[in-house]
């Protein structure tokens, strides 16, 4: 096996390039290897200037995604050894703004994400004398795999209707949504439905079906509006038969 490979990153300096393009650099090869690691290397070794988010280097604080050869993936958990024998290709995200290099700005998926209230929404507050909101193991169990959305953004640089339609809330977003919406603890399921019916919200998804295809955690954002559209299509239904009041 080789012991280098070559990465070709995308280099961006707003005060200075009028468009991104190709910075390429030769790294060790080592079996161990994922691209963070080789990123690090060019920061440390070669380049400081080289920009990019990271954090925790292991798959929970989201932030080091980017497109490896195409591809929305985490660096931190996607071995160089998998594109041998090179070159490998990192970019920022797809469909969102750069800021510098591999760095993208989020701020409208952070507008997104809080529009869908992703909080449990109480009527009435119980009295902390009165306890804890008590679950089963099936209740917790309902919404469990909508919970570990880790907001890598994977799934927005996936989605063909976001890169078509920047006002589409989007899949994390809708999916984190639904993750409240099915805690028996939560009473705000009619109040994000208004927000995500709307012609921007579930609506918008074609159900191609690839945020769910590159989701790390396996969180099924695809599933997750489908289940929305099916609640939201219910709730039509009963505004028809009972016009006076069907929630």
Excluded at 46 to 64: A, E, H, P, Q, Y
Excluded at 104 to 119: M, N, Q
Excluded at 230 to 246: D, F, Q
Aim: aromatic residues 10%; negative net charge.
């Amino acid at each position: 096996m080789a012991d280098r490979i070559t990465l070709k990153v995308t280099r961006y300096d707003p005060g200075r390039d009028h468009e991104p393009g190709f910075q390429t650099y030769e790294v060790p090869l080592r079996k161990d290897w994922v691209v963070l690691d080789a990123l690090n290397y060019v920061k440390d070794k070669v380049d400081g200037s080289l920009s990019f988010r990271w954090s925790c280097r292991m798959g929970i604080c989201g932030s080091c995604g980017m497109m490896v050869n195409g591809e929305p993936k985490l660096t931190c958990a996607t071995f160089v050894s998998e594109y041998m024998p090179g070159p490998v290709s990192v970019e920022p995200l797809k469909h969102f703004p750069i800021l510098r290099d591999l760095i993208v700005d989020i701020s409208d998926f952070l507008e997104k994400l809080t529009k869908v209230k992703p909080w449990l929404i109480r009527e009435e507050e119980r009295r902390v004398v009165d306890g804890e909101y008590l679950q089963t193991p099936e209740q917790a169990d309902t919404f469990r795999q909508f919970s570990m959305c880790i907001n890598c953004l994977l799934c927005y640089a996936a989605c063909p209707v976001y890169g078509l339609d920047p006002l589409f809330t989007g899949p994390a977003a809708i999916a984190l949504a639904q993750r409240y919406n099915t805690d028996s603890r939560d009473q705000g399921t009619n109040e994000r439905l208004d927000i995500l019916s709307q012609h921007d919200g579930i609506w918008g998804c074609t159900f191609v079906g690839d945020c769910t295809r590159v989701c790390p955690k396996h969180v099924d954002p695809a599933g997750a509006i489908q289940q929305y559209k099916l609640t939201a299509a219910k709730e039509w239904i009963k505004s028809l038969l009972m016009p006076w009041g069907g929630r």
